[in-house]
């Protein structure tokens, strides 16, 4: 099922719940890669990961959303690597962007201990945090 409508905008009742709760730019950079890599793959699960790979390369996921990122690139080594790559994703932390910046999200999300948590500590807190509030938010 296409997820963007005949002008290209993505449709709403076809996206992720969490890019439900995303703005307008987010919507439409997965819809449209999304619909793309079907016409590429025809298959859906790729589709899909096409689709959170773009997304991630100007997004991050903060709690139950997607956030526009400071700078634009690759969000974890999975990413730079490619999709044959064995690394782990962090499932839409940007675990490429600098300590602070990953203090400021943990912060956001009011993790406990983030001062004394190292950068791969805080990478993990926050893709815990996100989780939780993705099940909060569906419920």
Known sequence: ???TTKAGKAKKSELPSTLERSDQKAQ???AK??????????NEQRAAQTAYAS???T???VGDHWEPK???GPSDKKAEEGRRSNAKTAGGVDANATKDHLYDVASKLEITGRSRMTKDELVEAIQKANEKETRKSRS
């Open 59 to 61: 997004y991050e996921k």
């Open 55 to 57: 997304l991630k390369h």
């Open 70 to 72: 400071d700078s634009k």
């Open 28 to 30: 439409d950079t997965f």
């Open 1 to 3: 099922m296409p997820k």
């Open 33 to 42: 890669t999304y619909d793309s890599a079907m016409d590429e793959y025809g």
